[in-house]
Every structure is written in C-alpha cells, then in structure tokens.
C-alpha cells in the first residue's frame, strides 16, 4: 500500500456510507428511532404525500445477482414547471407534471429518455438554455460502485435526448490508483451555473475547476493557482455580485501530510468569474467542517444579502456580501435522542418569506466520528432563531444525506429521499407573505396576444429570483434562480406552464432589465389569461394576455 492509498483510502469509506444504506440498516433506525421516541416536531408548516406515488420500477442486477425497490432522487425544476428526478440505480429518468389546477401533490408522471450512464450523487445543473446537465458521480452502475465517475451528458427536453459530454483533460486525481477507471476524475462534485449563463465545475480531489463552452462542449482551466484546498465537499453560493463563496472543507482533514497544506478550520474563499481567481473571503469564526467526514451543509442566500450556512459539526455562520465578513449564526440544538444535531451533507432551501428550510441528523455517530445516524429533522431559519418543523414520513430512519430539497413554483417545496415517497411541504402563510412582493419579478414588457405552439420574449427584473434558492451540501445541486411562465386562464382557472430559455442572465437578486424566451404549450386553453414570471416560488403581477389560436 503506497502512501497515496493509506492517506486517502480511509476517506474513500467513509463516504461509501452516505446513502447506499441496506434495508436492515434502515430497519435497526427505525427501531432505535422509535425507542427513543423521535417525536414529530410541532412546527408550523405542513407535508403533504403525493396523490399519485413515482412508477419507479425495481433495480435490478443486469447479472442476477440482486434485486431491491426504486426511489426517486435530486430531483430538478424543468423549465416548463415539470419535476425532473432518478430512479436511483438504473439511469431512468421520471418527470412530474402539475394538474390543471396547478396542484404537484396531485400531478401525474412520465418516463423521460434514460441517462446515458448509471450516475449517483453528481454535479447538475438547469442550464440558461432550458437543458440539463449532468456530470460525474460518487457512484455508479446498478450496486453502488465507489467509482468517482468522469462521465457526463446534456439532456435537452424538447428532443427528449441526452448527448454525452467530455471530461476537462486536465482534471488531475491526486489518488493515482483511481486513475485506471478515472483518469479525470469528477466524481461528487460541486457545480455552479454563473451570472453570465456559463456552467463551472470542480474537479473533486484537486484544486481544479472548468467552465464549459456550451456551443463546443469544450473545458476551459480557471481558479488552480489560487485556491486554497482541495474543492472536495464545498458547496459554491452564487453571490449578488456574480462572484461565488465557499467554506473550505478539506483544511482540516486528512491531507495535513501533504507539505505547506492549509490547517485553517475556519477559511472561506470568493471566486471572480471576472479573473478568473480565488481569494479569502475571511474566517467564518465557528468551525463549519468536521474532520471526519469533512462534509458540510448548505449555504443558502438570504434576500437580505447574508450567506446562511450551516456546518457539520452544528455551528452556523452568516456571510454578509456587503461587508465581505462573517458572524456567528446559532447553534443547532440536541436532539430528542440526546445527540447533537449536525448536516454531514444537507439540503437547504430559501422559502418565499426568506427564511431558510434545512435539514439535519439527530443521531448518534460512529465511534471515532463519521456520519450521524437518524432521525432526520428539519427546521427554519428566520434571520435570528431555529424554527422546528415537522419531518417527512421517513424522517425517523433517515438522516440528512438522504433528502433532497427543491423549491417549486407554487412556493412549496418538494422532498425527495430515494424512495417512492415524495413529499410536498407548505410554508405557513404561503400566499399572505408581506415581502413577497419586495422580491418578486416584474414584467416590464411582453406579448399582449399569444398563440399555443409559438415562442415569444420577455424583458423585466428579478426573472432570477433573490438565490439560487436551493443548495445540498456538494453535489447533488438543484438550484432555481431562473424564470418560470405561468399562464392561468381566466374562465377556467386551468394552469399551464410554458417552457422558458435561453435566458439572457442567471444573476441573483438582481434589478438590471433581462430577458428570457417562452414556448406557448399546444394545449394552452384560448382566452383572457393571466401571464407571470415565477422565480424562485414568488410570482410577478400578473400580464393579462389573449390566448387565441387565429
């Protein structure tokens, strides 16, 4: 075993752990969970089963060898306001439509064209041009190999097709055994969809980055020199500013052999997507990363200009964009269990009143440290204090890891946890929120009359939301922070979303003039209508338009 192997293979397994759980390790949670009581929390929002279950078929072994259920995971906002999810461990893709009343709890599903490849745990991205992209994966193929894949692919929904992306050549892994079947490594890494519509991705196990030429599918270099650690773990926030914060997560870890590494716990670093380079974006003054895991939760940005993040170990920072400085957040609260609460990966979303949604572990950790064990909670943050609110169905033998968080446009929010039961939750006072309107697009200019099955333009501001509104830990992305159509037709109240793209901006809270385009659907219903952009779960004012087919 070279020194290489002995330095990182124990990280390897460590992370093997962090959703690949078996049924009988569920099983003994749930068992631990309900002896321990695991109250459901008294919050003020509500969960909601879907009405009508994913049609997620068994995964099964293309040798024989084994069989188990399917579930749905990270799951993606479609432009055209349909929910794009996995079928974990076969590459299918499932989509959700809303009814006509606009209602996800009671939509319907279809089966998208499948992955090219067999990806769990990758970089993702709703792409300006109304696309899809995929890349990488901490696991692949149908058991759950520790693979850290290279590859990647572009859906585009409109020819219901993906079409295989290149790796960046220059990703250099710096775990030379893994080179065999990744010589380019991407793996679980961190992705982010720039103010100027240009996708950058990390490489995984370097201090490595590329933005990708969307015309040419080709991989520019960008940030190498100047960053600080290894990009393994972090979770990047799109700033006001167009530049993009993260909390380093591998300074204190492992790679302290590594001569001249990094050992600050608590360093933060800001790229500028306009040099091209990294810099300190100053001590986040609570430690954030643990070292046995050297996971972090989400660092969601709050319509006030503060960067919300919270750490593994259960302390929270704030990040404040105007100052360029950090502050104490509170202290995640011990659990029911007696344990601390922490987000060894975590999903993280930004509600439509600003206050932030998250998720955490509440169980005990392995002896030595590692990953909390369940129940899975959830609480809100509003600026000052932790709100509890209740958890998913599954929360009691789940932990943190499990569940991905996707904002929708009706201001709920859809969880997904890898299995067949996907939950909606509504915020209290959804639709009485008094600084929706603060934060909500506005039309400036757009058709009057629109014809079903034709494209037209809009201009205004805010069309990308306050925040990229959703994060998780590293991989796994579903950010928001691009304009949905919303068009209800007067006499019957039917709702139909038309399909957005090729927007000319991605900025968050944002008030320069942008534009985006939509595609009237061919069912949309003749009549008066009423026309909104929705970012982010907050609608505009609405256009009135004509919707007529002469």
């Known amino acids: ?80 306001g349909g929910v794009m999810v996995q079928n974990i461990g076969d590459g299918r893709i499932f989509k959700l439509t809303p009814d006509l009343n606009g209602s996800y709890v009671n939509g319907t599903w279809s089966e998208l064209a499948s992955m090219p490849f067999v990806s769990y745990a990758a970089a993702q991205a709703v792409l300006a041009d109304g696309r899809v992209i995929y890349e990488g994966g901490e696991y692949s193929d149908f058991d759950f190999k520790f693979l850290l894949t290279n590859k990647g692919a572009i859906y585009d929904p409109v020819a219901n097709k993906w079409t295989m992306v290149s790796p960046p050549s220059f990703f250099v892994d710096l ?38 030429d969307l015309k040419t599918l080709t991989w520019t270099e960008t940030g190498t020199s100047t960053k600080t650690d290894l990009n393994d773990e972090e979770g990047w926030t799109l700033l006001p500013n167009g530049k993009v914060l993260t909390v380093d997560c591998y300074t204190d870890a492992f790679f302290h052999l590594i001569p001249s590494y990094p050992t600050d716990p608590t360093n933060s670093e800001i790229y500028d997507p306009q040099t091209g380079q990294w810099s300190s974006a100053g001590s986040t003054i609570n430690t954030l990363t643990d070292p046995a895991t050297a996971e972090m939760g989400p660092g969601v940005l709050r319509p006030n200009g503060t960067v919300f993040a919270v750490g593994s170990p259960g302390n929270t920072s704030i990040y404040h964009v105007s100052s360029g400085r950090w502050s104490v957040g509170p202290r995640l609260p011990i659990s029911p269990q007696g344990y601390q609460y922490t987000a060894q990966d975590a999903p993280g979303v930004l509600l439509p009143n600003g206050n932030v949604l998250f998720g955490v572990s509440g169980g005990a950790e392995p002896p030595g440290g590692g990953y909390s064990g369940p129940p899975l909670a959830f609480f809100e943050f509003d600026g000052r204090t932790l709100i509890p609110e209740p958890t998913i169905p599954n929360g009691p033998f789940e932990t943190s890891s499990a569940v991905n968080l996707l904002p929708l446009p009706t201001g709920q929010i859809l969880a997904a946890d890898g299995s067949t039961d996907i939950e909606i939750y509504t915020p209290e006072g959804l639709n009485d929120d008094d600084h929706e309107h603060e934060w909500a697009p506005v039309i400036l200019s757009g058709p009057r ?63 320069d003039v942008v534009s985006t385009h939509f595609d009237v659907p061919a069912n949309q219903e003749s009549g008066l209508s009423n026309l909104e952009v929705v970012a982010n779960g907050i609608a505009s004012e609405p256009l009135i338009v004509r919707v007529t087919n002469r």
Do not use: C
């Open 1 to 80: 075993m070279n020194a290489w192997h002995s330095l990182v293979a124990p990280r390897a397994r460590a992370v093997r752990v962090k959703r690949a759980v078996s049924l009988v390790q569920r099983l003994s949670w749930l068992v631990v969970a309900a002896v321990a009581g695991a109250p459901m929390l008294a919050g003020a929002g509500t969960w909601q089963t879907l009405a009508n279950p994913p049609p997620l078929p068994d995964i099964v072994d293309p040798n024989g060898v084994f069989q188990y259920s399917g579930g749905a995971g990270f799951p993606l906002l479609l432009t055209d």
């Open 175 to 212: 775990y030379p055994p893994r080179a065999v079947f990744a010589p380019h490594p991407i793996g679980d890494s961190q992705s982010v969809v720039l103010a100027d519509g240009t996708f950058m991705l990390a490489d995984k196990m370097s201090r490595q980055a590329a933005l990708l």
């Open 449 to 511: 009359t629109v014809h079903p099955g034709k494209s037209y333009e809009l201009r205004g501001i805010r069309f990308n939301g306050m925040s990229q509104a959703s994060m998780y830990g590293d991989e796994g992305q579903s950010a928001t922070n691009y304009p949905l159509v919303r068009i209800t037709n007067l006499a019957t109240k039917h709702v139909f979303y038309s399909r957005t793209h090729d927007h000319s901006s991605m900025a968050v809270a944002s008030d």
